[in-house]
């Protein structure tokens, strides 16, 4: 029930943009509507003291579990985290939850050097796109005199170098290994290098750290199979919830190392470790759990048993898109020898010759047609559809790309 005592939201501070007929950006992605008027019409009070609030969090859990294959990883002393924010935010906090602050107190309580003399913590980052190779420049960013990094990059058009991966992981045995598995930028889907990769650090003490927010939900996703210590979600992609939540699977191995590093903040994954049994740490986000669970439960199924077709309809959706875009003369970014690399949760297409991205954008606007760009050294050379989640849509992508073929011819 909304208070009488409330007004009604000014003109001019409400929101003028009207729906576009196609939104398909590669996140976030479309609410359902449904779950609009869910969260008009349901009452979410204090959720650290309702007893529904922390179900809809340990039932979010199971589905997880299930979907993520990462039973057999929970049964060994793994868990999941769900924490409100973005998904950057378990990005960000499974970075400092793992690599040791460099600092103490002394006994006068003058901040001094943890590390003099120590080995430094070993970071490995491993990419073939914007996010993948990034991932050096945040582990740098945090400046912790205790880190040392290296990267194994390879260009953004070419799959990622597993044989040199696996090479300085066995000869620099790195304390933690970095990946992306969809880098949603250039649309690269890495599976297999995930998967071998994951092998490689398995047979060390290196932790695997992986981001799959844009392929959790539209591809399968074996997190105890590619032996993925920290695997990082978001609400806002396959889910299509709000950009409200970060997700965030932890391995026995990683609980250790968590543990020994002690970090608390509130980004942190430690105070998350029995929330199961013992509570949320902080205020929840009611009205994103509940949101999630319903998802979860209404997309994949109440025991995952839609989970196959919800990946079907992603991979045939996909698969007409990039027929549409051969047949209208345009280049997919990954294409021949490389058209495996194309993930089933969006595709990237070379801007046309003769225009720019922003003409074309400007263009398919006007028509309800909203495509994403890209960033970093493809930024105006490529643009992506995304067709994840609800925007896995036949109907919608039809559309978009009847008048995607209209503007080019028009050039």
Known sequence: MVSQHFPSVPHEISCTMNHPRAPLVPGPTIVPRYLQERYAATYYGSGDLQPECLQAYKDCLSSLGNLLSFESERARGGSIVIMSGEGMVGLWGGLKSVIPWPFEY?????????????????VLCIGNG?????????????????????????????????????EVIQDWKPDLVTMVHCDTPTGALNSEAVRQVGEACSKTDSLFYVDVVSSAGAVPVDISGWNIDIGLLGSQKAFSCEPSLAIITVSAKAWKQIEKVAYTGYDAL???????????????LWSALDALNVQLKSVFGQNNERAQE??????????????????????????????????????AIHVPEGTTWEVLDKKLREHGVIFGGSYGQTANALFRVGHMGSQADLEMVTYALDILEKVVASQ
């Open 106 to 122: 002394d006994q006068s309580g003058e901040l001094v050097s943890s590390s003099t003399g120590a080995r430094k913590y070993r």
């Open 130 to 166: 914007v996010y993948g190779c990034g991932m050096s420049d945040m582990v740098k960013s945090l400046r912790y005199p205790n880190i040392e990094t290296r990267a194994v990059d390879t260009e953004w058009n070419q799959p990622v170098d597993v044989k040199k991966s696996i």
């Open 270 to 284: 430690l105070p998350f470790k029995d929330a199961e049994k013992t509570g949320l740490p902080y205020t929840p």
């Open 310 to 347: 919800v990946y079907d309809r992603h991979t045939k959706v996909a698969q007409y898109c990039r027929d549409r875009v051969a047949k209208m003369g345009l280049k997919l970014w990954w294409d021949q020898e490389h058209v495996s690399l194309n993930s089933p949760s969006v595709t």
